[in-house]
DNA sequence: AGCACGCCGACT
DNA sequence: GTCGGCGTGCTC
């Protein structure tokens, strides 16, 4: 009889879609599946994940199997979590170990828990009994006996820490190792919240039922900005603690701010651990900890909170559920609110999509019945909703070069009049977007991409938006050498604040863009400044579309409401609707009224006649019709497949050679579009081009776009990515 | 992803 | 005659 197998399959971090099989030294516990351990691999070796015993056998050809290096003194990841995984990889065609990195991304797990040393009283007498040591253990009576930290001590004796030394060294003190961490602060489901509005009430007691009832369920949650969305799902995860279970609460990164924390804190009496790319190492470690202990019963964090070990998770939340900044863009590609509905499913938890303008995709779930619906339709404490006008920018009459009209203008005086802050919306950072030489019509690109060069004024650079090249602005034209000639053509926020200066010279003006900080927290925190009444005009893009509230403002003109149709995404409609949508909503709270004056060049276009009527339902039964008619998502899939190189020539070629495998794609019921060259052909020195699958639901795209890119494997010089439910088309 | 092995140009 | 470019393939 030979004894069973020591072996186990490991989930490595490679990009290699098997796990890896590793013998487990005689004499040690078999680790088990789900537990994180070292492996070598290769030279060195990496953290992985035990994913079900070795398949390893002596005829496979492996000569021999290396050990297991050590088993991390953590928690094993949950079946759930490990079934969560592999769908995940699964379904965004990403292997398995890379995905499981992105639950096992805590720095330092495996090493001890972080300690610090105390002193307490010892069980011998101080031999000899000096007056310094009598002091030692005097201030430790003083603390009835409590320990303390030797610093502290010898500080509060009056003594040397050499002393203490000596008395731990003979008995007279004890010493005793403390876990450094925190435990986090219990957080009461009980404590009575906020007084909810009766459609508050009714959401919020329908999602307590659905928490209660345990299992997999998705809702819906819409409601206009202001009408308490927070309140309502904040009552959800209370029902989840109440059950003893989990919550977490998703948020895009930047809405993550402090006035939210305090709104959860309201209402559990402390602030929630969260979790998001500016939380240090020791405390992304004493979290992850404590999300797999059950320790932490809240979290708040960014999409990759999805990923943390829950050991019982009753409800997740994904706030501002239509925002595309949930897409992961880089790495493993992923998009966080669909990997929520899916991580849901797995834990047998509830989920909540909450938004003011729900994603099309939502809004059709919602529809067929796939996701309940709960709409909260007034907004909480009596204020409406922004007045919505139109400027007709081929009426108003705008000089070269400007691009705030007389009638808006206007507006801004007048609030400035009323000491109220008004904010104009521009989705273009920098001063100018383009560069031009008046002489020779030289112009500035980047020469490691296909992008022009945006001027930034404040910092006096010209810098590539795709890839952060930045160089001086010149004095003359580097082409023909013609001094002065060089002109800023079209605008930037840089530029609108300039403006709106000359406009005003007395009024305040603050541009909050990406740009003006170097870190989401400073950045977060230069929103809440100016929100608090650091400016009288606010100058923004994008980011000040999300999450914080402007209390004192009362006004919001959309410089360009056209800029976002002008690329021919699929999604361009939609997101200029949500974007303009969310940025109005900034406008006016509880007793101010507000008004937003939406500047374009067609105001008879149906996406601009749909935002300003305010008609949700209208524009999104319109865009569904059409997406149904083009079979575009949700209604089809699609995933793109980028190659990408330094070698142009080779990228095409690989290129042709994935098309030329496209039968295989048509026989599984997949159509393939292209090859082209991507939008911006070239990024960082490497040449993009673009395919494009699309299948009707029920099509196994997954399966076939697996047999598709293996069929005609691209050389090593090209890289082939796939994007499953791509939504940049870049 | 790292990292090593493997064939073709500028050097002590 | 060698050192080194990165193109290709492997990691249990």
Same mark, same amino acid.
């Given at each position: ?21 590793y ?5 040690w ?35 021999r199997l ?6 991390l ?7 759930a ?19 499981a ?41 003083e603390?009835?006996?409590?320990p303390?930290?030797p ?37 009461d ?8 509005s ?8 329908t ?11 998705a809702?819906?949650?819409?409601? !206009? ?6 309140? %309502? ?31 959860v804190a ?13 939380v ?41 559920e239509?925002?595309?900044?949930y897409? /992961? ?13 899916l ?6 938890? /509830? ?23 709960l ?9 409406s ?19 705030i ?8 005086a007048e ?23 008046r ?19 404040f ?27 060089l002109?800023?053509?079209?605008p930037? !926020? ?7 200066a000359?406009?005003?010279p007395?009024?305040r %003006? ?22 608090e009444?650091?400016?009288? !005009?606010?100058?923004?893009? /994008? ?77 999104l039964?319109?865009?569904a ?41 048509e ?21 993009r081009v ?12 997954q ?20 994007? %499953? ?6």
């Amino acid at each position: 009889m030979s004894a069973p197998p020591r072996t186990v399959a490991v989930a490595l971090p490679l990009p290699v879609d098997h796990p890896f099989d590793y013998a487990v030294p005689e004499g040690w516990d078999m680790p088990p599946e789900g537990a994180l351990v070292e492996a070598p691999v290769g030279k060195g070796s990496a953290i992985g994940v035990v994913w079900g015993p070795g398949r390893w056998a002596p005829q496979d050809g492996v000569a021999r199997l290396r050990p297991v290096v050590r088993v991390l003194d953590e928690a094993p990841l949950a079946p759930a979590l490990r079934g969560f995984l592999a769908r995940a990889a699964d379904y965004t065609l990403t292997p398995l170990g890379l995905m499981a990195r992105l639950a096992t991304r805590a720095p330092g797990l495996g090493d001890p828990p972080p300690v610090r040393e105390v002193y307490g009283p010892g069980d011998a007498a101080p031999d000899p009994a000096t007056p310094a040591r009598a002091r030692v253990l005097a201030a430790l009576a003083e603390q009835g006996g409590a320990p303390m930290a030797p610093t502290e001590l010898a500080r509060a004796a009056g003594v040397s820490a050499g002393v203490l030394k000596a008395m731990a060294a003979q008995g007279a003190l004890s010493r005793r190792r403390l876990a450094r961490d925190r435990p986090f602060a219990p957080l009461d489901p009980m404590r009575p919240g906020r007084p909810l509005s009766p459609a508050q009430a009714g959401a919020a007691a329908t999602l307590r039922a659905k928490v209660a009832a345990g299992g997999y369920g998705a809702t819906l949650l819409r409601g !206009v900005t202001g009408s308490g969305k927070t309140e %309502v799902y904040l009552e959800a995860a209370a029902e989840a603690l109440g059950q003893g279970r989990q919550a977490l609460i998703l948020l895009p990164e930047i809405a993550l701010t402090a006035g939210f924390l305090a709104r959860v804190a309201g209402r559990f009496g402390d602030e929630p651990p969260q979790w998001h790319s500016d939380v240090p190492p020791a405390e992304r470690r004493r979290l992850w900890r404590g999300v797999a202990r059950g320790e932490a019963r809240l979290v708040v964090g960014a999409r990759s909170a999805l990923f943390l070990p829950f050991r019982d998770l009753g409800l997740i939340v994904v706030d501002e559920e239509h925002d595309a900044a949930y897409k /992961q863009e880089d790495g493993v590609l992923y998009h966080a609110r669909d990997m929520a509905v899916l991580r849901a499913a797995c834990e047998g938890a /509830q989920v909540v999509l909450a938004s003011a303008t729900p994603s099309l995709e939502s809004w059709v779930n919602a529809g067929t019945g796939k996701y309940d619906r709960l709409d909260l339709p007034e907004r909480f404490g009596a204020a409406s909703l922004p007045r919505l006008v139109a400027v007709d920018l081929r009426r108003a009459g705008l000089k070269r070069d400007r691009w705030i009209s007389p009638a808006l203008a206007q507006a801004v005086a007048e609030r400035l009049e009323a000491g109220e802050q008004s904010l104009l919306f521009l989705n273009r950072r920098g001063y100018a977007p383009l560069t031009l030489c008046r002489a020779c019509g030289h112009f500035f690109e980047c020469p490691d991409c296909d992008a022009r060069l945006v001027e930034h004024r404040f910092r006096g650079r010209l810098v590539c938006h795709q890839c952060g090249h930045a160089e001086p602005v010149p004095a003359a034209c580097p082409a023909c050498g013609a001094s002065d000639r060089l002109h800023a053509t079209g605008p930037g !926020v840089e530029r609108l604040a300039e403006e709106a200066a000359a406009l005003w010279p007395a009024a305040r %003006v603050a541009v909050l863009s990406s740009d003006g900080a170097d870190s989401a927290v400073a950045l977060r925190a230069q929103v809440e400044a100016i929100a608090e009444g650091g400016a009288d !005009v606010v100058i923004g893009t /994008q980011i000040v579309a999300k999450g914080h509230n402007f209390p004192n403002l009362t006004l919001v003109g959309v410089i360009d409401a056209d800029l976002g149709l002008q690329n021919g995404d699929l999604r361009a409609a939609e997101r200029t609707f949500q974007l303009i949508r969310q940025v109005s909503g900034r406008a006016g709270r509880a007793d101010k009224p507000g008004l937003a004056l939406v500047q374009t060049v067609a105001p008879e276009h149906p996406v601009m006649q749909a935002i300003l009527a305010g008609d949700e339902a209208a524009f999104l039964a319109r865009e569904a019709a059409a997406r149904r008619a083009a079979g575009a998502p949700p209604f089809g899939r699609l995933a793109a497949a980028i190659l990408s190189g330094a070698d142009e020539a080779k990228v095409w070629e690989a290129a042709k050679a994935l098309a030329a495998q496209a039968p295989l794609l048509e026989a599984a019921g997949v159509r393939l579009f292209g090859p082209v060259a991507a939008p911006v052909s070239r990024i960082r020195g490497r040449w993009r081009v673009r395919l494009l699958a699309k299948a009707p639901r029920g099509v196994g795209l997954q399966e076939a776009l697996r047999a598709w890119a293996a069929a005609a494997r691209p050389p090593a010089s090209v890289r082939l990515t796939l994007d %499953v439910d791509p939504q940049s088309f870049l």
